[in-house]
């Protein structure tokens, strides 16, 4: 076996022992895209877990007092 293969986007893969596999800067350049699209999603599922507790005490809260014409 190669020390080297190539992968389908044309990137070199390093061949470590036992299957696993270290990706080379060219590749990470190529999976630039998705490793940021993957970031900001984990950021934003991190956002939505910090204000949900706000919501769920503030929202009925708000509500109930429009419903007593609080507005």
Sequence with gaps: MRLYDRCRTGAEVR???RGAVDLVPEDALAQRPLLIQQAVRLHAAGLVWQVS???TVTLPA???AQAQGGN
């Design 15 to 17: 061949l470590a022992g």
């Design 53 to 55: 507790p706000f919501l």
């Design 62 to 64: 708000l509500e109930m």
